[in-house]
């Protein structure tokens, strides 16, 4: 059968540090004589097999480094949008680790400023909407995240919310209450990676101590049916992303993947492509790759799409418009 056709979707679970194509980190560490340990492509390339997240986040954060200017963040995130809008994306919220940059000396600003460029352009040159989700760094102090986020506040037109990331298990998301309390002080959006690696308490932790309005991932909640009753219940966003989840051995097959089954289940949940430069696709391919492993069918990739719109962070007329636009795409 011929692989279906992408529909017009929101991107919700999306790092824009893991759009960093092999190719685009060497060239990058080139023009910025960032040395780096792999001998070329083919090298770097068989990198990119991960144990789990934090084999994942070694590579992650080391490649990182070749991002030194404002330039090299319009680059990737140009980049990103043009793969993306190819993919049905018309909207992305798009996540940032601020922390992996200022700890590398890289300022703020300048991380900004290059996205700033690529995304205010992303309208007109792809058709796609972009704001940004700073993420916390959960491995890091606490305390390093307080001191962040007033420095985020200046930026609000573009960075829209907060997030959660990195390694998960032993860093529940309580450690982070007061950060996010001043986000939505603040007016900011939340959301938190949490039931990734770590246990469903982290997720119910995230929605009653953080207060966030989408769990991303949350794939461990099927493990917790009392869970499943509430996610189903309050109709809480899970930012779904099928292919990072096996790449990063948290489900061990596509087949295994419990996406149709929190559809079936009535959850509302999105699919992502969270780093595709790493997990070996884009939003649609996600959504290929999850068609033929679980049997999707057309309704399931409608809702998906309708769930993606819905579940974003954009002003009620502009999710009126986009799924209208949607329910007149018959692929
Ligand atoms: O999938 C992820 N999980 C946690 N942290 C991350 N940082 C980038 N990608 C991820
Ligand atoms: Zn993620």
Known sequence: MADPAPLPTAELHLHIEGTLEPELALSLAARNRVPLRFAGLDELRRAYDFRDLQSFLDLYYELTAVLRQPQDYTDLAEA??????????????VFFDPQAHLARGVPLEAVLEGLDEACRGGEERH??????????LRDRDPAEAEKLLPRLLPYRDLVIGVGLDSAELGRPPELFERVFARAADEGLRRVAHAGEEGPPDYVRSALDRLGVERIDHGIRSLEDDALVARLREEQVPLTVCPLSNVALRCVHRLVEHPLRRMLDEGLVATVNSDDPAYFGGYLHDNVVAASRALGLTPEHRRRLAENSFRASFLPEADKAQHLAALAASRP
């Open 80 to 93: 990103y949008l043009a793969r993306a809008a190819a993919q049905g994306v018309r909207h992305a919220e």
């Open 127 to 136: 058709g796609v909407t972009v704001r940004l989700i700073a993420c916390f």
